[in-house]
Each structure stands twice: as structure tokens, then as C-alpha cells.
């Protein structure tokens, strides 16, 4: 996410999230990945499915990959753990 989500602002303010994952509910922690090896192997899992990345990221698998690189920079990427 390009981090303008409310829901992403919100959990960075507040650390704490209610998730839904396959229609179960938990409470959670989130953080905000800085590390640049982490925030690099989670833009590499995205881009194993190239229709997924594409609508995620707006930009095609095949793009240079100074555009890719500028791509995974404008992203804010949150961790989360189960409380």
C-alpha cells in the first residue's frame, strides 16, 4: 500500500489492529517494517504473482527495475502480530 489508507495510518498511530483472515477475527499489533533486506524480500513476494503485483503496485512485472525500485520505495509495508 501507497500508505494513504486510513487503516494504515490508523494502525502506525495506534499499534493495534482487528484483522480478518479467511473469516477469522483476531486482535493484532502492527509495525512499521523499515529494515530494506525485510521491506525487499516482501515487494519479492508480491511479485510472484504478476497480476497481483500489477494491481497492487500499477506497474507491470516487467518494468526496469529503477522503476520497480521507485515502486517498492513508496510503499509502507506493516507487520503484524497476533496480541
Same mark, same amino acid.
Given at each position: 500500500?501507497?500508505?494513504?489508507?486510513?487503516?494504515?495510518?490508523?494502525?502506525?498511530?495506534?499499534?493495534?489492529?482487528?484483522?480478518?483472515? %479467511?473469516?477469522?477475527?483476531?486482535?493484532? #499489533?502492527?509495525?512499521?517494517?523499515?529494515? &530494506?533486506? =525485510?521491506? *525487499?524480500?516482501?515487494?519479492?513476494?508480491?511479485?510472484?504473482?504478476? %497480476?497481483?503485483?500489477?494491481?497492487?503496485? #500499477?506497474?507491470?512485472?516487467?518494468?526496469? &527495475?529503477? =522503476?520497480? *525500485?521507485?515502486?517498492?520505495?513508496?510503499?509502507?509495508?506493516?507487520?503484524?502480530?497476533?496480541?
Amino acid at each position: 500500500n501507497e500508505g494513504g489508507s486510513h487503516w494504515i495510518q490508523n494502525v502506525l498511530a495506534n499499534g493495534e489492529a482487528t484483522l480478518e483472515i %479467511k473469516g477469522e477475527v483476531m486482535q493484532a #499489533r502492527g509495525e512499521f517494517v523499515a529494515d &530494506e533486506r =525485510e521491506r *525487499q524480500m516482501i515487494f519479492n513476494l508480491y511479485k510472484k504473482d504478476a %497480476k497481483f503485483f500489477q494491481s497492487n503496485f #500499477r506497474l507491470p512485472l516487467n518494468s526496469s &527495475e529503477e =522503476e520497480l *525500485q521507485k515502486a517498492l520505495s513508496t510503499r509502507k509495508f506493516i507487520r503484524f502480530h497476533r496480541k
